[in-house]
């Protein structure tokens, strides 16, 4: 009853807080668009060391610097999803989600890369998955490479910074291609590759750990010049494994296959036109840098000239094993930021959009450009997403776009009654979702969304610090409890309509 009293609560507050969601229902979105929630294997496998399983990149981290992990844990257990996904898929069944974003472990499929044999245990495992997935009628939207690789890459090539990798994600991506590729519809090389190359590069906060000064102390890399190089090798890597699956895999298997980029909105922070060109320099050296080679052959010309000869360049056989585009764009779009130009005007540069020469601030006239989430620089602007999304269909030939991540994060300090009780985050989906429907409506070219992420989970440098989840997990127990996000969402997905019906059905719920 007291529970019964407290949900009753929090929906007066999302009716209060929300009014401009009320009209949003699923109906205003095109038949057949996917709704689900997203994960990667890293974050929500655990078992780490079983079933003939290598190391990865993220283990050796995780054991060797674990003062690099904000709360200096690891994914050794995580949400244990290596035994839990057939109650994983239960908690899907029940959202209504008719799709699920996930990631497969390069080091349960090949643990020693090509040169070792097909791990039949980490071929089972995921056919177990997505028959689960399949008899629940929900489709399997499935990431090649979110952030690991086997510890053996880093050792052979220095991961990414060795061009001996593409052929390795090649036969990688070959080899799930030929597994699951009769079942799986949906394939996406890399996952925010754009994202990682900075955090593993040029921060060095990710594995392997590389950076050079100023941005930080790391005992090896360089900060200006091996992200680009990198990012050369993912870029090759995607075209290889693209011209794989269309050459070999897409007439037979009937599915399509794209990549993910991570997707700030950036809003200039005045209107000096300095201003506006940084934040239009921004956005070309966060997304164009990897969809430009992928639609127009070639890095996009502010980057060149202002990277010179960091900034690789593709050879004429290169270009040419770039000419297959993609067949959709998957966009992670959480925040928009405002963006100062750091040409005319000096500031420091040591940051994710250093290189651009821009520096991004969540604040103009000490007012915040929306409300902060627990994600540093991360903020709840919704018509950022309208924005990010009609900027995609524009540049990039309409491709279809879907929108792979969002999602708002809370701090894991807070008591659990508070965790639960997501309020915030039902406001954020409910803007995130209308923003897209009113892009939808205008005629933008959108096919799904995914909500990061249906569970709480390890959050790479931030631990378990921060939780994104539909669903709460004690990580004790390993229990999955919905929070009222969840129960929104499932409403939402229901075809409940306006938030008022919703109401009602929640009521009966609990
Ligand atoms: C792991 O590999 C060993 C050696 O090849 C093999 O005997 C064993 O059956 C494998 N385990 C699983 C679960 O496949
Ligand atoms: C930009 O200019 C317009 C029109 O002059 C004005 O309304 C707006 O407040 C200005 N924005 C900023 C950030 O200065």
Same mark, same amino acid.
């Given at each position: 009853?007291?529970?019964?009293?407290?949900?009753?609560?929090?929906?007066?507050?999302?009716?209060?807080?929300?009014?401009?969601? %009320?009209? @949003?229902? &699923?109906?205003?979105?095109?038949?057949?668009?996917?709704? /689900?929630? #997203?994960?990667?294997?890293?974050? $929500?496998?655990?078992?780490?060391?079983?079933?003939?399983?290598?190391?990865?990149?993220?283990?050796?981290?995780?054991?060797?610097?674990?003062?690099?992990?904000?709360?200096?844990?690891?994914?050794?257990?995580?949400?244990?999803?290596?035994?839990?996904?057939?109650?994983?898929?239960?908690?899907?069944?029940?959202?209504?989600?008719?799709?699920?974003?996930?990631?497969?472990?390069?080091? %349960?499929? @090949?643990? &020693?890369?090509?040169?070792?044999?097909?791990?039949?245990? /980490?071929? #089972?495992?995921?056919?177990?998955? $997505?028959?689960?997935?399949?008899?629940?009628?929900?489709?399997?939207?499935?990431?090649?490479?979110?952030?690991?690789?086997?510890?053996?890459?880093?050792?052979?090539?220095?991961?990414?910074?060795?061009?001996?990798?593409?052929?390795?994600?090649?036969?990688?991506?070959?080899?799930?291609?030929?597994?699951?590729?009769?079942?799986?519809?949906?394939?996406?090389?890399?996952?925010?590759?754009?994202?990682?190359?900075?955090?593993?590069?040029?921060?060095?906060?990710?594995?392997?750990?590389?950076?050079?000064?100023?941005?930080?102390?790391?005992?090896?890399?360089?900060?200006?010049?091996?992200?680009?190089?990198?990012?050369?090798?993912?870029?090759?890597?995607?075209?290889?494994?693209?011209?794989?699956?269309?050459?070999?895999?897409?007439?037979?298997?009937?599915?399509?296959?794209?990549?993910?980029?991570?997707?700030?909105?950036?809003?200039?922070?005045?209107?000096?036109?300095?201003?506006?060109?940084?934040?239009?320099?921004?956005?070309?050296?966060?997304?164009?840098?990897?969809?430009?080679?992928?639609?127009?052959?070639?890095?996009?010309?502010?980057?060149?000239?202002?990277?010179?000869?960091?900034?690789?360049?593709?050879?004429?056989?290169?270009?040419?094993?770039?000419?297959?585009?993609?067949?959709?764009?998957?966009?992670?779009?959480?925040?928009?930021?405002?963006?100062?130009?750091?040409?005319?005007?000096?500031?420091?540069?040591?940051?994710?959009?250093?290189?651009?020469?821009?520096?991004?601030?969540?604040?103009?006239?000490?007012?915040?450009?929306?409300?902060?989430?627990?994600?540093?620089?991360?903020?709840?602007?919704?018509?950022?997403?309208?924005?990010?999304?009609?900027?995609?269909?524009?540049?990039?030939?309409?491709?279809?776009?879907?929108?792979?991540?969002?999602?708002?994060?809370?701090?894991?300090?807070?008591?659990?009654?508070?965790?639960?009780?997501?309020?915030?985050?039902?406001?954020?989906?409910?803007?995130?979702?209308?923003?897209?429907?009113?892009?939808?409506?205008?005629?933008?070219?959108?096919?799904?969304?995914?909500?990061?992420?249906?569970?709480?989970?390890?959050?790479?440098?931030?631990?378990?610090?921060?939780?994104?989840?539909?669903?709460?997990?004690?990580?004790?127990?390993?229990?999955?409890?919905?929070?009222?996000?969840?129960?929104?969402?499932?409403?939402?997905?229901?075809?409940?309509?306006?938030?008022?019906?919703?109401?009602?059905?929640?009521?009966?719920?609990?």
């Amino acid at each position: 009853m007291a529970a019964a009293t407290g949900i009753c609560a929090v929906l007066l507050a999302i009716l209060a807080a929300a009014p401009s969601a %009320r009209g @949003l229902g &699923r109906d205003e979105f095109p038949p057949g668009f996917l709704f /689900g929630a #997203a994960t990667s294997a890293y974050q $929500i496998e655990g078992a780490y060391l079983e079933d003939n399983k290598s190391l990865n990149n993220w283990d050796v981290f995780t054991h060797t610097r674990p003062g690099g992990i904000r709360d200096g844990r690891n994914g050794d257990v995580a949400d244990d999803h290596y035994h839990r996904y057939m109650e994983d898929v239960e908690i899907m069944h029940n959202l209504g989600v008719n799709s699920y974003r996930f990631s497969i472990s390069w080091s %349960r499929i @090949l643990p &020693r890369g090509r040169l070792g044999g097909v791990n039949s245990a /980490g071929i #089972a495992f995921y056919d177990r998955l $997505i028959a689960a997935l399949l008899q629940k009628g929900i489709e399997p939207f499935v990431t090649l490479n979110h952030f690991d690789v086997p510890h053996e890459m880093e050792t052979r090539y220095g991961s990414w910074l060795g061009a001996g990798i593409r052929e390795e994600f090649d036969y990688y991506a070959d080899v799930c291609f030929r597994a699951f590729g009769d079942r799986v519809k949906y394939w996406t090389t890399f996952n925010e590759p754009n994202l990682f190359t900075k955090f593993a590069y040029l921060l060095g906060e990710y594995p392997p750990n590389h950076c050079s000064p100023p941005f930080g102390a790391c005992n090896s890399g360089n900060s200006r010049r091996e992200p680009y190089v990198a990012a050369h090798n993912i870029l090759l890597s995607h075209a290889a494994a693209v011209n794989n699956y269309k050459k070999n895999y897409q007439a037979k298997q009937g599915g399509s296959i794209g990549i993910v980029v991570a997707m700030k909105w950036y809003e200039p922070l005045t209107n000096r036109t300095e201003d506006i060109r940084a934040a239009r320099r921004a956005l070309s050296f966060e997304v164009e840098w990897f969809l430009d080679p992928i639609f127009f052959g070639d890095y996009p010309r502010e980057m060149r000239e202002m990277l010179s000869a960091n900034l690789p360049k593709f050879t004429p056989e290169e270009k040419k094993l770039m000419q297959n585009k993609v067949d959709f764009i998957g966009i992670n779009q959480y925040t928009a930021i405002y963006a100062r130009d750091c040409i005319s005007l000096p500031c420091n540069i040591m940051t994710y959009e250093g290189n651009a020469m821009v520096l991004a601030t969540g604040e103009r006239d000490g007012v915040l450009i929306g409300k902060p989430t627990a994600f540093k620089g991360y903020y709840d602007v919704p018509q950022g997403m309208e924005q990010a999304v009609k900027y995609v269909n524009e540049r990039y030939e309409n491709t279809p776009v879907y929108v792979t991540e969002n999602g708002y994060s809370q701090q894991s300090d807070n008591s659990v009654e508070d965790l639960i009780n997501d309020v915030g985050r039902v406001n954020y989906l409910q803007g995130y979702l209308t923003s897209i429907s009113s892009a939808v409506r205008k005629g933008a070219n959108v096919r799904g969304y995914f909500v990061w992420s249906l569970i709480d989970n390890f959050e790479w440098g931030f631990g378990y610090t921060v939780r994104f989840g539909l669903y709460h997990v004690d990580f004790e127990t390993q229990k999955r409890i919905p929070k009222t996000s969840a129960k929104w969402y499932r409403g939402f997905l229901a075809g409940a309509g306006p938030v008022d019906d919703q109401v009602q059905a929640l009521k009966a719920d609990s």
